[in-house]
């Protein structure tokens, strides 16, 4: 193969998006593409069928180290002889960097997704194998920064490689807008959109003491939350305790983002760690006015002010002060926020420009270049 993708899960994620992403697109363009997921998942696996993309689980247990996956990786990377071996996250990145140097004339790069990928332990792991990697990249700039101060990654071999959204899947729809409205009964709610894991990383929490304190204030709102996780429960028993629970809608899992990104009329994270986020990227690329917490690469899609705002995190006020004053703006002004923010996408962000970077660099590392550029 040209290209193997190494990646811990296939579970839905930003992440995990951006590795599919990928791997089609470099498929439609004649290379030779599979993927390795270290623990089974079936979230993609329909979508990647489609795409007559091979998919092979090392069918790892989550939590539960298992020496015999790395001897069935190397199996398999030997038959597969592929030219390029690039691994995304953390676990699959340090499982990858202890079998590349055994697999003849292949590169190995390993992609980090977050400005913080668990802690000093897993920095000093990056810092140990970073001379079995021939490239590190992270996903945004405040990221690679981090890591080069940490010493975790080398200078002369790490790279900035931004995620990419699809700008003809994510567009302003008017009429995916209407129908969207109407399947889900939202009538003229002005509709605050948020999509993640419901995770301790994207800290609801404090979204919902946001939602709370803005709600006081106005009451033709409601605030829809895609995505499911470990603190569903708990996000759900805060919603009643704060008596919200008729402004709130968790949707579960959803296939239809795009369409739910023109539902809405505005997009808010709080999260407390982030990469360079694929959900931003996804609802500037629709038009949307949005507000973040002041974390990963969150300030390198958000101009502060012009396509959004930035607040600081883990402070519901702040975020409840940004909601409100998206809320308070002129319909044009939020519509002139979202072409904004959708110019930023098309100029920075565009999956099929972020394809190009990638097999420039795959191309060159494989002409013997001692620096990608």
């Given at each position: 193969m040209d290209v193997v993708f190494v990646v811990t899960t296939l579970n839905i994620g930003g992440a995990e998006t951006q590795v599919v992403c990928l791997a089609k697109r470099l498929h439609n363009q004649g290379y030779a593409v599979g993927i390795i997921t270290l623990i089974k998942s079936l979230d993609f696996d329909a979508e990647l069928l489609d795409a007559n993309i091979l998919v092979v689980s090392l069918n790892m247990e989550r939590g539960v180290p298992n020496p015999l996956a790395l001897l069935t990786l190397y199996k398999l990377l030997c038959k597969w002889k592929p030219n390029i071996i690039h691994s995304h996250m953390f676990h699959a990145n340090m499982i990858t960097r202890l079998i590349s140097p055994f697999i003849d004339k292949t590169k190995n790069i390993s992609t980090i997704h977050s400005i913080n990928e668990g802690g000093t332990f897993r920095e000093i792991l990056y810092r140990i194998t970073d001379k079995l990697c021939d490239l590190t990249t992270n996903v945004c700039k405040a990221g690679l920064e981090r890591y080069r101060i940490l010493k975790a990654i080398s200078d002369n071999k790490a790279l900035t490689i931004a995620n990419g959204v699809d700008t003809d899947l994510f567009i302003n729809d008017k009429n995916m807008r209407y129908n969207k409205r109407n399947e889900l009964d939202i009538d003229d709610k002005f509709v605050w959109l948020a999509v993640g894991s419901l995770c301790k990383e994207k800290d609801y929490s404090t979204m919902l003491h946001a939602y709370s304190i803005y709600s006081r204030k106005q009451t033709n709102s409601i605030l829809l939350i895609v995505g499911r996780g470990p603190l569903e429960q708990d996000l759900k028993n805060l919603v009643k305790s704060l008596g919200i629970e008729n402004d709130v809608h968790f949707l579960g899992l959803r296939r239809d983002v795009s369409g739910l990104m023109n539902a809405a009329d505005a997009y808010v994270m709080s999260s407390c760690c982030e990469g360079l986020a694929m959900v931003l990227l996804e609802a500037c690329?629709?038009?949307?006015?949005?507000?973040?917490?002041?974390?990963?690469?969150?300030?390198?899609?958000?101009?502060?002010?012009?396509?959004?705002?930035?607040?600081?995190?883990?402070?519901?006020?702040?975020?409840s002060k940004g909601m409100l004053k998206i809320y308070n703006l002129q319909l044009s002004e939020r519509t002139n926020m979202g072409m904004l923010g959708r110019k930023i996408i098309l100029q920075k962000y565009n999956i099929e420009n972020i394809v190009k970077q990638w097999i420039s660099i795959y191309t060159e590392m494989l002409a013997g270049a001692s620096e990608p550029v």
């Open positions: 690329s629709s038009g949307l006015p949005v507000i973040a917490t002041d974390v990963g690469g969150n300030k390198e899609i958000i101009d502060d002010g012009c396509n959004g705002f930035i607040v600081a995190p883990y402070d519901p006020n702040a975020l």
